[in-house]
Structures are given as C-alpha cells and as structure tokens.
C-alpha cells in the first residue's frame, strides 16, 4: 500500500505507527498535515523528538522523567520531606499535584507489579526507594497505586519495604466518587467504601443543633 | 470473510488485559466453551469496566467477533474475585502465564477451563500452593492431551513397583532402570504412583513432582522463560 509513495514519505508514515493508537491511516494524515499545512512545526517537532529522546532521562531521587539529574520536585526546598507519595506513573503525580492536597516528595514506579510482563521488583526501581527509606527522614510513605488486583500487589510490595524501615505505609482512600450516587456505584467499590468508612468529626454545637 | 461470532454471557475469567488505544483494553480471557479468545473493551478504562475486567474475577462475558479480536460488548460479575494474596497471587499470575504460552486462541476446551477455575479456588483456600501448582500441571497437560504415563513400566508394560527406580521419557513414558544413573533424574516408583493418583502429600513426591512436570512443561514451552518465574525470583532474591 505505501510503495505508492517515494522512499521518505513512506519512511516518515511508518515511523509515525510507532505512536499509540496510530495505524496506517491516522500516520498518513499526521505526514501530510505536517509536510503539506506546516513545515516549520514539522521542523520543530522534530528537532523537540531529537533533544528529548537525548536528555531526558529519570530523575536520581524520584524516577520522574526530566533532563536533570534531579527533578524539580526534589530540588523544591518547600515541600515537606518527610512524606513520599508512590505513584504509577508521571501522569498520576500531575493528577496527584493538580488536587492541590499533597506537598510532600514523589517516587515514581513507572508501572505497576506484572509478573507476566517480567514487571518486578528491579523494573520498578524499588532498589532506589529502598535506599531512599534507609537514609531516613521519611516517617510517610503515601501510596498511590492503581486500585487493580496489580495495583494492590504493588501497594504490599511497598507497604513491606516501608515496614523494613520503620515507616508508617498509608494507602489513599477509595470508594464512592465525589458526586457519585450509590445506586449507579459497582458492589466491588461500594463494599471497599463501606469497609473503609470513617467517623464524621462534628459536634452538636457546630451542627447548630 | 469468516462468519460473525455473537456470544452471550459466556462464563470467563480474564488472564491478562493491557490499556489499548487512550481508553480500550485489550483482553485474552480464558472462557468456558470458547476457549481462549482476544478482546477488544473499547472505552473500559473510562467507563469504570476496569474494575471488573481484572484476573482472577469469574466473570460472564458477551461479545461478537469477526476475525481474530472479539469485541466486548458486555460484561457482569458472576461471583466475588478470588482472594488471594502475596505469594498467591503471583502463583495464579504463573498459572495465567502459563494458560498463555500453552492455548492458541479458538480452541475451545472446557477441561482446561475447570482445572483452571478449580486451581483459582484451591489457591485461595488449600494449605500448600505448590501442591496445588503441580496438580495444575498435571491435569492442564492431560486437558491438552499431553498427559504423563504414570501406571504402567515401558518396556515390560508391568504395574510400576513403589520401590523400583525409573527413568521418565517424556514422549513415551517410565522406563525401569536396574544400572547406576545419576541419581538426579531417576524417579522411585512410589512418586510416580503418588503423581498419578494426585496425591502429593509429602515432601519427596511434591519435589519428584516438580523435577518430572518442570521437565515436561519446558519441552513445551521451548526457548523462552517464563517472566512471572523470574519476577518470583527477583521478589525471593530482594527477600519480599
């Protein structure tokens, strides 16, 4: 199908499969867009590829992706160091940075545990956070991992690496969505809603009552 | 064009799912009268189906299918997932990994299904996981008409003798050995009964066991390793 195209183009459309979610039609219209409407975003996508395949790696402390050796929020003097939050992936520590309700330190997984994958302790880096819970300082360790069967997997793995050190594990919560109604809610959610329930803190006096 | 497939409510567990697409995942489900079969859930991710298209949840599963991917359509519980946890979990993700090194898609076969469904809940509950792992094996390699010679001798095709030693041939069967053999690979006669019978309740069968299903499995498998084998390993070596 694509020997109707001259060497390159049909390069270029190839090279663009490589892409999630991106076939042969969709890498046809990626080409064309670019050499056709916008040559100079052609230019600067291409030179963006080039520079980030080569400078960005992980950071040292935390596995976030970036192009220093230790990530901003490493660096940042004002967040609280005693707290590390465990995630899956870059995208969850945006999700977790844009709730607002969380300034400690990061370490991310990239990935969760998957033994059929050959995912495991090693591809997971938590080597390093093993290193970083001996140097101590850290008395939180929050973990935000997927709630999948793999993700409470990951969840135990850190909860006994935490328990090596001495530090307290916590898990954030799960359960009914905000805005959820229960009727529309799964009993697989609902019943980890009801088993992780806790006490309204109110007085009477608050409550007008 | 090959015929369109419509399944409905079909009993099922899924062995492995990967995110497809921004927010479809990509299912190989080990079904009941299906066998194993691919599909695609498009949108689960953000439909909140992820919650139930996870392993070891039995699972009724409706889909249509034209070609190699299905197309799942619907999806309900049909039980409450089976607990299991730490070294557990990761022995039914081997037995998973091993249903999908060893199935072709579209090759229905209910015994394979019920020693798999009876392997999750014996996981769950049993006192001894590699007891359970060997029984696996050995009844997943008869469901698949691969299944081990473990009552008659080769040559002579007598009963074997609880105290006589054998060599295993994995094509064809025990073979009595009377002259001195690497004691590594001979087997007493008394395992081999206890293997066939399903009955490995001490050490020295469960190990025999082992040695002669690890064996087979691997000629089997070919070249690759298992990954969830080495994941274990890795989890053993860093003392989790």
Redesign the interface.
Known sequence: MSNVYSPLLADLIQALQCL??VGQKSAQRMAFHLLDRDREAARRLARSLESAANQIGHCEQCRMLTEETVCRFCRSTHRDSSKICVLETPADLLAIENSGAYDGRYFVLMGH?S????????ELG??LLDARLAEGGINEVVVATSV??EGD?TA??IA?LAA?HGVKATRIAYGVPVGGELEFI????LSRALLGRRQIETSPEEAGL | MSERETVHLERGFVLHQRPYRNTSQLVEALTERHGRVGLVARGSRAKGRRALLQPFVPLRLSWTRRGELGTLSHVEADGQAVPLEAQRLLAAYYVNELLLRLLARGDPNEAVYSCYSDCLSSLAAAPSVSRVLRLFELRLLRALGYGLELDRELDSGEPLDPDGRYLYDPEHGPRRVRDRVAEEQVYWGRELIALGAERLDDDDSLKAARRLLGRILERHLGERPLKSRKVMQDLVAKGF
């Open positions: 999630p979610g545990l033994p059929i994958d050959g995912i495991g302790p090693t938590l080597d999948t069967v997997a135990h793995l006994a090596k799964d009993s697989g959610t």
